[in-house]
């Protein structure tokens, strides 16, 4: 071997040397390089997890906030469309107290209609009587010929038209 130049010596204490250094790094070097790689793998490991986790949390989330907008958008067109309803309501029930109102305003003209035409019927009776006797009382006081008998006829209309034209501009007042 020394002709290759290996020197026994050397090459035993070079291998004892390097036995001793695997036997003292796998005694106190390796086990806690080891344990450290073992460590950084499970925090690598843990790293990945929790990023799936938070990954499939958004995704949830994401799921979630989808759902929730839907429902809101449920709600908010429940929203419209009872507010569409009550306005409607409302609309109605305005409608009904208006034609309520008119129909009730409508029966008191009616009724002072014919309230105002019974008085006015009664003031022509009342006077159609005054003028019949006015008449039979001109009548009895002289004796008529057809000729005062037309102008007392003329006379006596004339005076029930003026009578009842001032009646009417009264009852206009």
Avoid: C, W
């Amino acid at each position: 071997m020394e002709a290759l130049g290996i020197n026994g010596a050397n090459l035993i204490f070079q291998i004892i040397a390097i036995v001793l250094l695997l036997f003292v790094l796998n005694r106190y070097a390796f086990p806690p390089i080891l344990r450290i790689l073992d460590e950084r793998a499970r925090l690598v490991r843990e790293s990945l997890e929790a990023a799936e986790k938070a990954r499939q949390d958004v995704i949830a989330a994401e799921a979630r906030g989808t759902q929730e907008l839907q429902a809101a958008r449920v709600q908010a067109q429940e929203i419209v469309s009872r507010a569409r309803e009550q306005s409607e309501q409302t609309v109605a029930q305005s409608r009904n107290a208006a034609r309520e109102e008119a129909e009730k305003v409508r029966a008191q003209f009616e009724q002072q209609m014919a309230s105002e035409q019974t008085r006015v019927r009664e003031e022509l009776r009342q006077e159609v009587a005054d003028l019949a006797i006015l008449a039979a009382s001109r009548v009895v006081r002289r004796s008529l010929d057809e000729k005062q008998h037309r102008e007392l006829i003329d006379e006596t209309l004339r005076e029930a038209v003026a009578n009842q034209q001032a009646q009417q501009g009264r009852a206009a007042d």
